[in-house]
């Protein structure tokens, strides 16, 4: 059964940072590409960024330069540095896992990144 699990979502102040961890179980770890994704409420969801299995890395617009992707095959996780957070920041993020195959598509159930001051 496959499984990926955030957490480290939390409310923080405009300008403060979160760390996001997305562990994943049920999968090899290593041959999926990874991603973030957030949803605001009223809003589509979106791709906040993206690493591959060969560590390229890619970024929405709206984060570059505040936000840092990354990924531990040892340890099956996959994180999300977020820095200079804004209140437009504030979504449910969700960790997605793509497999090499259409089908092999996972997604973790979410957790809630609050900037408020």
């Known amino acids: 059964q496959v499984q990926l699990v955030e957490s480290g979502g939390g409310l923080v102040q405009p300008g403060g940072s979160l760390r996001l961890s997305c562990a994943a179980s049920?999968?090899?770890?290593?041959?999926?590409?990874m991603g973030w994704y957030r949803q605001a409420p009223g809003k589509q969801r979106e791709l906040v960024a993206s690493?591959?299995?060969?560590?390229?890395?890619n970024y929405a617009d709206s984060v570059k330069g505040r936000f840092t992707i990354s990924r531990d095959n040892a340890k099956n996780t996959a994180y999300l540095q977020m820095n200079s957070l804004e209140p437009e920041d504030t979504a449910v993020y969700y960790c997605n896992a793509q497999g090499r195959v259409p089908g092999n598509n996972y997604w973790g159930q979410g957790t809630q990144v609050t900037v408020s001051s």
């Open positions: 690493i591959t299995r060969n560590y390229f890395t």
């Open positions: 049920g999968i090899i770890f290593s041959t999926y590409a």
